[in-house]
């Protein structure tokens, strides 16, 4: 019986480590790879590994990657400063090389990328992106917030280049729609399990999500508000196929999600400079969250309150100019570069000036 692997919060990026390996060759050509004959383990180790990355104990890890006709594997990452070392030389076991690796921080994310290679974030950014539209906005014992989804933006984490992948859902948590059905919080008549609420606080994480430089990850359906149940276990139905919902499309309120989605991605694609500028502010903590973004030729400031009551915020537009919102052409003059700006629960806006 297939059950859920315990998570740590390194593991996604780990998933990444074995593309930067260092091979030399034999004399020879690569033998071509017989499939049939490939059985994915390491077969000579005192625990059989199978190939790819398993977690051996709390701070440790195996490494097993299939290169026939490989003489030497170097494991190059940023715990052994990117370079080609014999401590990180892997063992050659048949067509398989493997390596063990301990002593590292389960609390602490390892970067696995370089040259333009991006990497996938840990599931802590996914978890605070669910967290904002259910409005389980807290603050913690150490002044920090649960829905703080600032990780995903690149120099918050003093990179130089946005090559961070943000995600806000994944192929093994519950989506967003399903937890805003399921769990969202009601305040009088306001309520985020309504579907129309929901789906509308959605679109506003949609919005800030697609503003933060770097590539983005969606799964499928999300933009339609995908909200079937995936289960926790194989027991629950984890394992089995779920429905494609393509009548989700001919509902008017997922069909409005969708075209946020789509909005977006248009926007990012006709703006690259803009959406790829290294000059942008965020304040992405509280319930009222916003980021801007300034180019040469064009600024962009984007802001979701995903309170359950009204909000306000001084939001840092930049500067003092007429703005008009992307998604409904309302216009706005900002007398200062800092405006003290007022939400609706759920209500976001998207403006932008040449």
Not at 113 to 142: C, E, F, K, W
Request: contains cysteine; glycine residues 6%.
């Amino acid at each position: 019986m297939k059950t859920k692997p315990e998570k740590l919060r390194f593991y996604p990026v780990f998933m990444f480590c074995l593309l930067f390996v260092a091979c030399d060759c034999d004399d020879k050509p690569d033998d071509p790879i017989d499939d049939g004959n490939r059985n994915g383990n390491a077969t000579t180790t005192e625990t059989l590994y199978r190939e790819g990355i398993t977690r051996i104990s709390d701070d440790s890890l195996a490494f097993v990657l299939f290169a026939p006709g490989k003489t030497t594997v170097h494991l190059i990452v940023d715990f052994n400063d990117w370079t080609v070392s014999d401590d990180y030389r892997m063992t050659k076991d048949g067509d398989f090389f493997r390596l063990k690796t301990g002593r590292l921080d389960r609390n602490k994310e390892y970067v696995c990328h370089r040259n333009g290679i991006a990497v996938i974030m840990d599931m802590v950014l996914n978890h605070s992106y669910r967290q904002s539209p259910l409005v389980r906005t807290q603050q913690n014992a150490d002044s920090s917030w649960n829905a703080d989804v600032s990780w995903g933006a690149y120099k918050e984490r003093g990179w130089e280049t946005p090559n961070l992948v943000a995600y806000m859902e994944s192929h093994d948590e519950e989506r967003l729609m399903y937890k805003n059905n399921q769990y969202g919080k009601e305040y009088e008549v306001y309520s985020v399990k309504n579907l129309s609420t929901g789906l509308q606080r959605t679109a506003g994480d949609i919005v800030l999500y697609f503003t933060l430089p770097g590539p983005k990850m969606s799964w499928q359906f999300g933009e339609l508000g995908y909200d079937y149940f995936l289960g926790a276990s194989a027991e629950e139905g984890r394992l089995e196929m779920k429905p494609i919902r393509w009548d989700y499309c001919d509902d008017p309120e997922r069909k409005a999600l969708y075209d946020v989605f789509s909005r977006m991605i248009a926007l990012k694609k006709e703006n690259a400079a803009l959406f790829n500028t290294s000059n942008f502010t965020c304040e992405l903590q509280e319930p009222f969250k916003y980021v801007t973004l300034t180019s040469s030729n064009k600024n962009m400031v984007a802001m979701s309150n995903f309170d359950v009551v009204d909000a306000a915020n001084n939001v840092n537009f930049g500067r003092a100019r007429k703005w008009k919102d992307h998604f409904t052409n309302h216009e706005i003059t900002i007398s200062s570069p800092i405006e003290n700006i007022t939400l609706s629960p759920g209500e976001y806006r998207l403006y932008l000036n040449d």
